[in-house]
């Protein structure tokens, strides 16, 4: 099947477009000067995907220092995957896969060595999407979520 979307970097004009895709997809929903702190701090992993010109899509990042998840000791450079949307009428397209994919890159260009993120456990799509992509599920964060749900914390190494 022929490729329907395109992905670019986010830039501060797009953040309208980005803050309702995150309202309209997450329940975790952010200050405007949250999603612009990232973007600032990590323009490689905040990407959006276009369909017909309009963003349908977006994965916005941290870079952070912490214990290795897979068991060795000291402190590395992890990719931490803070939010991924996609609108309802264009999921199932690959558009996750490949945002997923291009802010990997990013991380590796900031020299991370694992890239994680928490999932709801219910979250079915979620846990599938990053399960495909090579994550394992590290542990469960009991009452994670404000509404007391568990999360996974899922990992895959760069
Ligand atoms: C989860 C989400 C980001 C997936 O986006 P997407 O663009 O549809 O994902 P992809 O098309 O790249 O799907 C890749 C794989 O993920 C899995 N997957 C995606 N949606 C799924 C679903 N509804 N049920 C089961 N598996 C699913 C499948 O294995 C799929 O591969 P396949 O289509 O070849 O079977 C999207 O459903 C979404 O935005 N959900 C609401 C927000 C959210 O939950 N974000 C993640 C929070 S951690």
Do not use: W
């Not at 329940?27 to 369909?51: G, K, M, S, W």
């Amino acid at each position: 099947m022929q490729q329907t979307f395109k992905l670019r970097k986010f830039t501060p004009d797009d953040l309208q477009s980005v803050m309702q895709i995150n309202r309209v997809c997450l329940p975790e929903n952010y200050t405007d000067y949250f999603f612009i702190d990232l973007h600032q701090r990590f323009p490689e992993t905040f990407i959006v995907a276009e369909e017909n010109g309009k963003i349908v899509g977006y994965i916005m990042c941290r870079i952070e220092v912490g214990l290795n998840n897979f068991g060795f000791s000291g402190l590395i450079r992890k990719g931490h995957v803070v939010s991924i949307a996609i609108m309802p009428q264009a999921r199932r397209k690959g558009i996750a896969t490949a945002l997923l994919n291009q802010a990997m890159d990013g991380m590796r260009y900031y020299k991370a060595k694992q890239c994680y993120l928490e999932v709801r456990v219910t979250n079915v799509a979620g846990v599938q999407l990053y399960k495909k992509l090579g994550f394992e599920v590290s542990r469960t964060i009991n009452g994670y979520y404000s509404d007391g749900e568990d999360a996974y914390m899922m990992t895959k190494k760069l």
